[in-house]
């Protein structure tokens, strides 16, 4: 009998199986794929693939981006939970797949315990920002169009339902006006197509996701939803600089399907740990006004559980008082 097994085990070892649970010797032996959940040009976006082309060199192994799209981003995280726990498919979660998408109960099959979170890796507030054509230099100048034109004033959100669909209904009850939201469910690479063709003058998401077009001169920055300015767009209003009290704002996550191995997932946690503390990044991401905002493998899954318990109390109180429904 025990020659048996030491000639199954001999076998299994001639071809590169190991026991559940135990260390992948040669990892990484191919590329990784790491799965975006929003479009193409896209803030997210920009800020994975750079993150990611820098952590390649200390993994060890070619690192691709794949964009899915859909769901508000569950179609793409959706399939990192149900890809093989091998440490070789990588997501970027976002607010929405760990916040909206969990709480309005899209995926019957979306549950968060299927994946293991490896790290937060920035964080960064939402903002409204204009065309350069557009006829408001300050939020107050918004504020009264609106007021004046009720519901007729277009802003750009990105999913009903999502933190700057939040925002806006926040903004809107805080000041007594009603905008005419408009829904752009791919994300921020809609927008800013939105804000460059005429759809919309006003759009609501991060200064970091239209940083180009800021930068460029086809946009500005209005107001943050934060408590402090952001250190890189230091002429933009906070909402605390407008006497204002919203908040909201965005980060993202690093996961894996929940079953990877640990010695994998901590080889992962130091490859882009070294990559968002490196000069390459930090000087690369002081130029888009989005905050490295590290929180580990350790202790993230807390955080995220602690975040999502407050604001899902948040969304409930809106749809009781009838504001939003889910």
């Known amino acids: 009998m025990l020659k048996k097994l030491a000639l199954v085990l001999a076998a299994a070892a001639s071809f590169g199986f ?5 260390a992948f010797a040669e990892y990484p032996a191919r590329d990784i794929r790491v799965v975006v959940p929003w479009g193409a040009g896209g803030g997210t976006d920009g800020i994975v693939r750079k993150l990611t082309q820098i952590a390649e060199k200390s993994i060890g192994a070619s690192m691709y981006v794949e964009n899915i ?11 990192v939970m149900k890809a093989k726990p091998d440490g070789y498919t990588i997501g970027a979660l976002t607010y929405d797949s760990v916040i909206t998408v969990p709480w309005q109960g899209l995926l019957p099959s979306y549950k968060m315990d299927k994946l293991k979170l490896i790290a937060r890796v920035t964080s960064e507030p939402d903002a409204l920002i204009v065309s350069k054509d557009a006829p408001y230099e300050t939020v107050k100048d918004l504020i009264a169009d609106a007021k004046a034109n009720p519901g007729k004033v277009k802003v750009g959100i990105q999913n009903i339902g999502s933190r700057t669909h939040l925002a806006l209904l926040q903004l809107q009850e805080e000041t007594g006006v009603t905008f005419n939201l408009i829904a752009y469910p791919g994300g921020a690479a809609l927008q800013k197509e939105a804000i460059l063709n005429g759809e919309v003058a006003v759009v609501a998401t991060s200064l970091g996701d ?4 800021i930068q460029g001169g086809d946009a500005r920055g209005l107001m943050e939803f934060s408590g402090t300015r952001n250190p890189t767009y230091e002429t933009v209003p906070s909402a605390a600089d407008e006497g204002l009290d919203v908040r909201m704002g965005s980060f993202i996550v690093l996961a894996v399907p ?12 130091g490859a882009y740990k070294a990559a968002l503390d490196g000069e390459e990044f930090q000087t690369w991401v002081a130029n888009v006004g989005v905050t490295p905002d590290w929180i580990g493998s350790a202790d993230v899954t807390g955080w995220s559980e602690e975040t999502s318990e407050v604001l899902f109390k948040q969304m409930d109180d809106l749809v009781a008082r009838g504001v939003i429904s889910k």
């Open 18 to 22: 190991t026991a559940p649970g135990s």
């Open 69 to 79: 799209e859909g769901g508000i981003s569950a179609t793409g995280i959706a399939k």
């Open 210 to 213: 239209l940083a180009g077009l």
């Open 258 to 269: 929940a079953r990877t191995p640990d010695d994998v997932v901590a080889k992962i946690e």
